[in-house]
């Protein structure tokens, strides 16, 4: 039954026109995923060799088991971002004799094939060969190569299942997210030693092979907890639907009623963004923008360097109205032309927004304030850079989103989802993060670099004096650009 669903995935996919269409761009995929192999390969086979020249004195087999328990977790992180989860036209089947749970293992094995697996096998197979098989013998290298192997597919489990529980209980997703920030942050602040707690456990592994069935155990259990969740949610969308009654409290919400017109379509936003796939998997991205500051400033040096430091604070006060602004008309090109037949004043529309891209800003800079704990050099960074947020990077997202024409579906999950991403949105990041350090680079180098934050401030302190006339002047680009964006906005993709 796994291979017949297998032969209907290839003819259903083969035949999309979709697969036609993007032939050429597969190809230019498929090229550079060979460089990367042939990168991967040639990193795994002399891997020994570049760890005897960094670090001559060290054991190579123990820094490679120490630093095994760091790419684990990376690789989960960039699973859980990056790695699509398999569909299925389930409804084609359920008319049909087939057992439920022959549904469930093809989708969940379909994810076995995945680049995400194949990739550090690459790097993995030689090291058995090169390091761990002259240092510890024939058996000890194959039970390490296989604890490898089964936590790979562990993590690919795991990385879907997560991804999955992600839309029926986001609070669970939250705190293991919450738990592994705190790894990091004890590790930064050298309470624990991850690297020494991986070194053990895999150096048993190689001095106990049995070992391995710990890491067995462990993939059945995963496995079978995503399992259980899609027999209980067969349907794998029905995981990202909630109940109408959490959103009727939101309907009633008086005070945002109170503002008239402009509550009103603050309160559709914030309908949007919760009631998408899209925008609640970039709701899901806030902790990561809150703490980033956490897994930066711990580091030996960084506090010295202002430029860092003010990547830093736009990143954290500025990432999520990043997202908002950067897509602000995109969000809505599902329905960009019924916007286009009613009677509504786009210069409050258009006002609206920038007030939602400052709130975002500034409750994030909110809560970056007690990242005064590592000195007030800090708070009066992440101040400069919030007034250069609010005051000038509002502004410069709005205007580039009124040159986007790519349709964005809403109802498509997952983090680093380009899907309706255009050239204007990559080129929109480039005043983000590159201007402000343009600025300090230049009064650094006349020998005053404190001006080069003075300036950065003003700058979105003069912007906030103008606004009136700036959001005319973005009103009036969209009006010369509606109709151009509604014509982009009807292409699917």
């Known amino acids: 039954m796994f291979l017949r669903f297998l032969k209907l995935q290839v003819k259903t996919t083969t035949r999309s026109p979709m697969w036609q269409k993007n032939l050429v761009l597969n190809i230019i995929v498929g090229f550079f995923i060979l460089i990367s192999v042939l990168y991967l390969l040639m990193l795994g086979l002399f891997l020994d060799q570049i760890l005897k020249d960094l670090l001559p004195k060290r054991d ?46 093809y989708m969940m094995g379909r994810t076995v094939a995945d ?45 879907t299942y997560l991804k999955r529980l992600l839309g029926a209980k986001p609070s669970v997703v939250g705190v293991i997210g919450l738990v592994f920030l705190a790894l990091i942050v004890l590790e930064r602040t050298n309470v624990i030693s991850l690297a020494l707690f991986s070194g053990m456990f895999f150096h048993y592994i190689q001095v106990h092979p049995a070992w391995v069935l710990i890491i067995l155990c462990y993939l059945f259990l995963i496995y079978d907890l995503h399992y259980q969740f ?33 509550g009103s379509m603050l309160l559709l936003e914030f309908k949007m963004y919760i009631r998408n796939k899209r925008t609640k998997t970039i709701l899901y991205m806030a902790p990561i923008f809150v703490l980033y500051g956490l897994m930066i400033y711990n580091s030996p040096g960084v506090l010295n360097q202002t430029g860092m430091l003010m990547f830093v604070g736009v990143f954290m006060t500025g990432g999520m109205m990043l997202n908002y602004a950067n897509y602000a008309f995109g969000y809505e090109s599902c329905y960009f032309d019924a916007l286009l037949t009613k009677n509504i004043d786009f210069s409050q529309y258009i006002r609206v927004k920038f007030y939602i891209a400052v709130l975002i800003a500034t409750v994030f800079y909110i809560l970056t304030i007690p990242y005064l704990f590592y000195g007030v050099r800090i708070l009066l960074i992440n101040t400069a850079m919030y007034f250069y947020n609010i005051g000038f990077l509002s502004y410069t997202l709005l205007y580039f989103a009124t040159f986007n024409k790519k349709r964005i579906d ?34 650094n180098f006349l020998g005053h670099p404190d001006l080069g934050l003075i300036f950065t401030t003003l700058l979105g302190i003069t912007g906030l004096v ?24 009807r292409t699917r993709d």
């Open 230 to 262: 899609l027999k209980k949610h067969l349907f794998p969308d029905e995981v990202q639907k909630k109940k109408a009654e959490e959103y009727r409290d939101q309907a009633e919400n008086r005070y945002l009623k109170a503002l008239g017109l402009t």
């Open 115 to 159: 680049i995400f697996n194949l990739l550090p096998l690459l790097v993995f197979v030689p090291v058995t060969f090169t390091i761990v098989q002259p240092h510890a013998g024939n058996i000890p290298a194959l039970a390490w190569i296989i604890s490898l192997i089964l936590m790979i597919l562990s993590n690919n489990f795991l990385a």
């Open 60 to 105: 190579p087999l123990q820094l490679v088991n120490g630093a095994l328990i760091y790419y684990f977790f990376a690789d989960l992180m960039i699973r859980f971002m990056m790695q699509n989860l398999p569909r299925l036209n389930i409804e084609s089947y359920l008319h049909l004799p087939i057992k439920k749970g022959a549904i469930i293992h």
């Open 466 to 489: 103008f606004m009136k006339f700036i959001l005319r002047w973005i009103t009036r680009n969209f009006h010369q650009r509606k109709y151009i964006m509604a014509s982009g906005f």
């Open 410 to 443: 809403m109802n498509r999950g997952g983090m680093f989802n380009y899907q309706g991403i255009g050239s204007m949105n990559w080129l929109a990041v480039v005043p983000a993060f590159l201007l402000p350090f343009l600025i300090f680079l230049l009064f």
